[in-house]
């Protein structure tokens, strides 16, 4: 049994949608700024552009569906981590 080059490939005709070029992105943008400088606002971006690129992938069909979750997971990490530490400041300071 040999396997073909074209069921090894990615499709070439199926776009990679631009929405989750951007999520991801954005999520690695947010990871940097939060570890650099504690900008875990950026996370906020990633998110929405994460949630309209699997929307978009779903209706039309198109690649990116694994960075649009990826971005997610990563936005949605940061804002979890980002409320951790925002609960426990509240609590010291009070």
Do not use: W
């Not at 875990?40 to 971006?45: E, K, Q």
């Not at 779903?58 to 997610?72: F, H, I, N, T, Y």
């Amino acid at each position: 049994m040999s396997v073909r080059a074209d069921e090894t490939e990615p499709a070439t005709g199926v776009a990679l949608n631009r929405m989750a070029v951007v999520a991801i992105v954005c999520a690695a943008l947010a990871l940097a700024g939060t570890l650099v400088a504690g900008l875990a606002v950026i996370a906020v971006f990633a998110v929405g552009a994460g949630h309209v690129a699997l929307r978009q992938i779903d209706a039309e069909q198109q690649r990116g569906a694994v960075l649009a979750k990826v971005a997610l997971v990563v936005a949605y990490g940061i804002a979890a981590v980002a409320l951790v530490q925002g609960l426990f400041a509240t609590l010291r300071a009070g």
